[in-house]
């Protein structure tokens, strides 16, 4: 095929922290030339927005009636991928400690799923040439309809040292806690809860280095675009 008229590709991945679904994604996206999107940086920036307006993350009902309010926008270069909330750029802010501990709570209500999968759909049916997107509940829930649907996993103690490494001079041990307890309140939201979609590919990255797990998934893309 023509890479003139490549049919635009949406790319679906999803998994639990630490994986490397965002190292993955982006770099999958800028070499085959699609859009990227971190659904969970949206996540991020309404629960960011929460606590930055003394919303109590106690109260899904309070939640609920302010889900709307903010204006969240992604932009999706996976060479410099942007984010803001209200024209604030929010890339920094939005990696505390105090939102990482707050997003779950936040994601489960349901007005704010509703709020960010519409906003995640319209970015998907956007993006001309295909696009990354990378979550929880991409394949199960936002585009159930993807043409490639992947499911990064890893042993729990090997995705703990990778973001340890990323959180710099993190206690490994306290890491593994908090990725454990954020899948488990992640996984059992009544609201599309992180999930394998039955006609996803599984890649186990334990063992993997990142560019191997790159490889895999630039593979399985560029066979789904021959067979289209």
Known sequence: ?????????????????????????????????????????????????????EIDIEDPTAIAAVAGKP?????TDPAGPTITVDGTDVAGPIRTQE????????SAVPEVRARITELQRS???????????????IGTTVLPDADLKIFLTASA???AARRSGELKGADVQATREALVKRDAAD??????????????????TTELTLAQVIECVVTLVEEKRVVR
Not at 71 to 75: A, C, F, P
Not at 193 to 200: M, V
Request: no cysteine.
């Open 1 to 53: 095929m023509e890479n003139g008229a490549a049919q635009p590709v949406i790319v679906a991945i999803d998994g639990p922290s630490g994986t490397g679904k965002s190292s993955t994604s982006k770099a999958v996206a800028a070499q085959l030339g699609l859009s990227y999107l971190d659904t969970g940086a949206q996540y991020r920036a309404i629960t960011w927005w929460m606590v930055n307006n």
């Open 99 to 106: 939102v990482t501990s707050q997003v779950s709570a936040v």
């Open 71 to 75: 204006e969240i926008v992604s932009g």
């Open 187 to 204: 996984s059992s939201r009544k609201t599309s809860p992180l999930a394998k979609a039955d006609d996803a590919v599984e890649v186990d």
């Open 123 to 137: 970015l998907a049916a956007a993006a001309e040439k295909g696009i990354v997107v990378e979550g929880r509940d």
């Open 157 to 159: 103690e090997a995705r």
